[in-house]
């Protein structure tokens, strides 16, 4: 258990969808490391409305359009990336393959797009940068109770040339996963670490149900907007908020001096029963909006993204880019480099073809009235009484 049971040499034309990629790597991986990475917490509530709130929205596209040069580009925080779509900032990827993090870096460097690096990578922040040194990257931080250490970490991601700061706000605690208790899955294999921490004393301890839970009480429970202030006497990198579900936080991280925010529950991993991420995202959007400082604020998602018409119904909701979580674990034990690669090309190719079909050539068309609202009723659609 911990790491990837058999080499299992997959055929990688055989993944055609971003689910393929978790089919395939089922067996590879084994019972205990499959289902770490697949499953929610609770009841799974979260994790399942991540990809059922994406279905009860519907696309009303527009034709007779052109459409015969559609480009996907996109600059964020000043750098041109090829496509709305990223790599979630998420933890030990040495787990799905023994390249782990230099080998997505690669893969996005290829790609053309951005890859958030978790505080709880399995190589260190500064060898990601180093393995692909073309690829654009954002550090992903926790703030911890060792405030010095928190700083410290900061500070080297802003000398190893990552470009922004993504803060995630929505784990003071994990959530309970039943599925590691239920299988044991409690500790990192021999050999893999927590790569960005100088010691591994507290970050890599057994006795709870999985190596993640152990670090929970390192993080700082007192921890509130007015840290992102702090933060940002640390460093002069843009800091985005990730982890908001609420119009509220919103507006409390860009008045806080947020220079972007991630619609996100981690993936249904952190507060089991907290609403969709797609179905947050719409009264976010407003809010931040309506702020002053907030009109030019980008606004991210991740949580449920698994094809290229949820990239655009999540666009036409305001969103700039969404980042892709277990897509990327399952394609990287499938296939190392090569399968995050395919895996991005492949949702690539769909959001290419999803705006050719809704009638749009640049991401600035593809714009709200492209999918029913039900809240705003918007749409004939009615959902049929249970
Ligand atoms: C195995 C695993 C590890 C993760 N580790 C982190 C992490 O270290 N930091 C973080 O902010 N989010 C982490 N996440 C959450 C992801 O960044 C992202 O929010 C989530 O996976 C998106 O949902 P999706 O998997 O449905 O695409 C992790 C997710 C998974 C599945």
Not at 263 to 275: I, K, Q
């Amino acid at each position: 258990m911990g790491s990837p049971e058999k080499k299992v040499p997959v055929d990688l034309s055989r993944c055609i969808s971003l689910d393929d990629f978790q089919r395939q790597a089922k067996p590879i991986l084994g019972k205990a490391l499959y289902e770490y990475v697949a499953s929610g917490t609770d009841d799974e509530q979260t994790l399942s409305e991540n990809r059922q709130a994406f279905k009860r929205m519907f696309l009303l596209p527009r034709m007779m359009r052109v459409v015969s040069d559609i480009d996907l580009r996109l600059d964020v925080f000043g750098q041109r990336l090829s496509m709305p779509v990223f790599v979630s900032p998420a933890g030990v990827h040495k787990l799905m393959h023994p390249e782990g993090e230099c080998a997505t870096a690669r893969a996005c460097a290829e790609a053309g797009t951005l890859m958030g690096v978790s505080q709880h990578a399995t190589v260190s922040l500064e060898d990601v940068a180093a393995a692909a040194p073309r690829c654009a990257r954002w550090f992903q931080l926790y703030i911890l109770k060792d405030r010095e250490l928190t700083a410290g970490i900061l500070r080297r991601s802003e000398k190893a040339g990552y470009t922004a700061i993504c803060l995630t706000v929505d784990s003071v605690r994990f959530g309970s996963r039943e599925a590691d208790w239920r299988n044991n899955f409690n500790g990192l294999p021999p050999g893999v670490t927590l790569a960005n921490y100088p010691t591994q004393d507290g970050y890599n301890d057994r006795v709870k149900d999985a190596w993640d839970q152990n670090t929970e009480k390192l993080f700082d429970e007192r921890a509130t907007w007015s840290d992102i202030a702090w933060l940002k006497s640390l460093t002069s990198l843009p800091i985005l908020v990730k982890g908001i579900l609420t119009a509220q936080d919103a507006v409390s991280a860009v008045e806080a001096g947020a220079s972007g925010v991630i619609v996100s529950n981690h993936g249904g991993r952190a507060l089991d029963g907290s609403l969709s991420s797609i179905e947050s995202l719409a009264p976010v959007v407003k809010a931040v909006r309506s702020v002053p400082t907030g009109a030019n604020v980008p606004i991210f998602l991740d949580s449920g993204v698994r094809r290229g018409t949820d990239v655009l119904k999540a666009l036409a909701l305001g969103a700039t880019a969404v980042l892709l979580g277990r897509p990327m674990f399952f394609s990287l034990a499938v296939g190392g480099q090569e399968g995050v690669q395919r895996m991005l090309s492949i949702i690539r190719d769909e959001l290419e073809a999803a705006m050719a079909l809704c009638g749009c050539q640049r991401l600035q068309d593809i714009t709200k009235d492209l999918v029913t609202d039900f809240r705003e009723g918007g749409s004939t659609f009615h959902r049929p009484r249970l």
